[in-house]
């Protein structure tokens, strides 16, 4: 299944380290985010959720929920979670579907048999408070991916969602914005108090508007 961005995340109920879950249901009104994990017991998918959990404050700073999936058993997960606390100093404090008949990495699209072999490759979906898809990344199983990037990438949704902006290449936290080109320009001083510059009459840019 080919999922697009702005398609609704599709529901599932799966086991996971956690219990059973229901997405949608488990994700409320707020964000989140599921990324696919090849296999169990392999060395880069111990950093990645290490590292996940390590930033977790991060992600509820941001309203966000994590969960991972991998297509191993239930009790393999259990298992794989003591060598991830024990080697990325972390206490796992997120689900990790099991998914061993490959629903959830099926209805996902995350299996590219080019690529890897019945495995998923590594996926990202940052789902919305209104469940429809805000972003997907797809890296090869032998890179882990930067979660750095991924909160970026979620405070710049954020912004877009609360202010008419959008974010600039390589924008960080603290740099200017650009005004959405649905903004006339004579409508920016109100609705950007902190002013604005025009580099180009399709060019405005802002302060950042939540700081
Ligand atoms: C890993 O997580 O290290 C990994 C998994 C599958 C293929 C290659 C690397």
């Known amino acids: 299944m080919t999922i697009r961005l702005g398609d ?3 529901d599932f109920t799966a086991e996971t380290t956690e219990g059973t879950i229901e997405l949608h249901k488990w994700l409320g009104e707020g964000w989140g985010i599921l ?10 998918c111990t950093t990645e959720l290490g590292r996940v959990a390590n930033l977790k404050g991060e992600f509820e700073k941001r309203n966000v929920k994590v969960i991972a999936v991998s297509v191993d058993p239930l009790e393999s ?8 606390n024990e080697t990325q100093s972390c206490s796992m404090n997120y689900p990790i579907i099991a998914d061993p008949d490959r629903n959830v990495v099926t209805m996902y699209g995350m299996i590219h048999p080019n690529a890897l072999d019945n495995l998923t490759v590594r996926s990202v979906f940052i789902i919305g408070p209104d469940k429809k898809v805000k972003l997907q990344l797809t890296y090869p199983a ?8 991924i909160l970026r990438v979620i405070d710049s949704l954020q912004l877009t969602a609360n ?3 959008a974010t600039p290449a390589d924008w960080k936290q603290g740099d200017d914005c650009v005004v959405v080109p ?30």
């Open 182 to 211: 649905a903004i006339k320009t004579e409508d920016i001083p109100a609705k950007f108090p902190k002013g604005f510059k025009e580099v180009k009459p399709y060019l405005r840019m802002t302060p950042q508007p939540d700081i």
């Open 163 to 165: 202010y008419q902006v």
């Open 77 to 84: 997960h259990k298992g794989w979670i003591n060598d991830i």
């Open 142 to 149: 032998s890179t882990g991916r930067n979660f750095d990037e």
């Open 8 to 10: 609704t995340a599709p």
């Open 35 to 44: 990324f696919s994990h090849p296999k169990d017991y392999t060395p880069v």
